[in-house]
């Protein structure tokens, strides 16, 4: 029996949604098996040779810590997350302005930008004890870490995309009698939108990572302290879970951030294939 | 109002580099308020050079180049500039590009819209309102880039080959609608083209340039009655002047 199948109209965003995403699941199918192989291989290394958990806890071990201390996790994510967030926001906002008067000011460029590189190897293994000093044991130290550590792939990214506008339109809006600042508002910022979020997309992929760092000094809550204590305790499977937690939480703003670029440059997806674009 | 719209004295440009390109070797031209002036010479002769000059986005290194009496050498704006390349912005639907000009001159923004929607019918650009400049084909860009230049608001109007990715059937329409608007809104129109017919069909001065460094080899007053219709390429009057126009052209070029 034929059973009518209403067809989903093909110029619905949601098809083209679907369509990818089931693209995706298949390309990244390869990567999943291997991912699963690799814990099997994994839990039955520890089983056959019966590895102290303290050392290395199986996979299996892990999960439990999930199952049974998963409530202790909701409260350490938010913080961290928190941080990772107003950080990356902190230095995207810095970053755009410092880009953009780096692009436009020459004197600014000559004194700014080696600077910004210059910041760039102060270790922060050094700078963030510095930073519970100045700044306290409350969220401000874990911010300045993500932020700094954001900032510079951003500033870095978006001056390019603000040199590489096309010279030619510029001087067309130009030959319309714009103002330097028109200049900048309808070519070069536009033009440098790629860019910033290609630059955002390598903060987004440090920021978790900064936050933990900026906690390793120390914080009442958070996924960075939770993996200290659980070290002192010797709860070797905790720190595991956390780290598969702090993972997720850096794919997840990762994939934020990919959506936050797909929304901000419709023009670069307007024909929807999926493959045009970065 | 004796005042030429556009007047070019005396202009010499040379590229500088390694291999320097000299350009423009004393390039005079006039064109009197509301006239339509074709540019016609070889390919790199320095046609768009010359047309950003006077868009003020190039300083020559002799010479004077003025619209309406005003120098343009490093003052951009005293002109509405079509270059050859369409450079629509990418990030700015059609309707949003044919504004740019008017926005930036400062209309308000929903009058500049209703004005452009209006036209978007005429330049056979209809529902194509919201598209993106990338969902266009190269024709649908180059007359979207027309009607963005001609709702800059300026007295001038510099265009840089506007018809060159138009097939002939558009082109012949696009002539006979142009003619219509310019009869319309008495702007002056310098127009660029490699096409001695066209140049013929639509102008009252048509300036023939000599290979580079360009000078101006020859000047044609063109007095068919207006409106002119495309029959009129096989007049006999219009093929003699067609060919006295590709004299002047080949008699220019390099032996
Ligand atoms: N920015 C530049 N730097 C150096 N040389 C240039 C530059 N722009 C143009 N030229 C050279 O100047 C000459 C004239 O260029 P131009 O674009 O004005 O020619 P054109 O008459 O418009 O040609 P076409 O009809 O092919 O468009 C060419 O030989 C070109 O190589
Ligand atoms: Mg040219």
Known sequence: MAVEVPSLPRTLPAWGLLRRTGAAALEYAPALVLLVALVGLWELMVQVLDTRPYILPAPSAIWDVFAEKGHLFPAHIRTTAVEAIAGIGAAAAGGVILAVLIASIPIVRRVLYPIAVTSQTIPMIVLAPLLVVWLGLGIEPKVTVVGLVCFFPIVVSTVDGLASADREMVALVRSMGASRLEVLRHVLIPSAVPSFFAGLKIAAAYAVIGAIFGEWVGAQSGLGIFIIRSRSAYQTDQIFAAIVVVALLSIALFVAVHLLARVASPWKYANDQGENGS | ?255
């Not at chain 2, 070797?25 to 540019?39: C, I, K, N, T």
């Not at chain 2, 819209?113 to 084909?137: C, M, N, V």
């Not at chain 2, 510099?158 to 310019?182: C, K, N, S, Y």
Request: glycine share 8%; net charge negative; proline share 7%.
């Open chain 2, 1 to 255: 109002m004796s005042e030429a719209a556009v007047a070019i004295r005396g202009l010499r440009h040379t590229y500088p580099g390694t291999r320097p390109v000299e350009v423009l070797d004393g390039v005079d031209l006039e064109a009197a308020p509301g006239a339509f002036v074709s540019l016609v010479g070889p390919s790199g002769c320095g046609k768009s050079t010359l047309l950003q000059v006077l868009a003020g986005l190039l300083a020559p290194d002799a010479g004077e180049a003025l619209i309406e009496g005003r120098s343009t050498i490093g003052e951009p704006g005293l002109a509405a500039y079509m270059p050859q390349k369409d450079l629509l912005l990418p990030w700015r639907k059609a309707i949003g590009n044919a504004v740019l000009g008017a926005e930036i001159a400062g209309e308000p923004k929903a009058e500049a819209r209703r004005h452009a929607l209006d036209l978007f019918e005429r330049f056979g650009l209809a529902g194509f309102e919201e598209s993106w400049p990338s969902q266009l084909s190269g024709g649908m860009r180059q007359r979207l880039a027309l009607l963005r230049t001609f709702l800059v608001p300026r007295h001038v109007l510099l265009l840089d080959e506007p018809f060159g990715a138009l097939d002939a059937i558009t082109r012949r329409e696009m002539h006979q609608w142009l003619q219509e608007v310019w009869a319309s809104d008495a702007r002056t129109v310098l127009f660029v083209t490699h096409d001695v017919e066209e140049a013929l069909i639509l102008s009252d001065v048509a300036y023939v340039m000599t290979p580079r460094p360009a000078r101006m080899a020859a000047r044609f007053e063109v007095n068919y009655p207006r409106p002119r219709r495309p029959e009129i390429v096989t007049d006999p009057k219009f093929v003699a002047d067609k060919a006295r126009l590709l004299a002047a052209l080949d008699g220019t070029s390099p032996e």
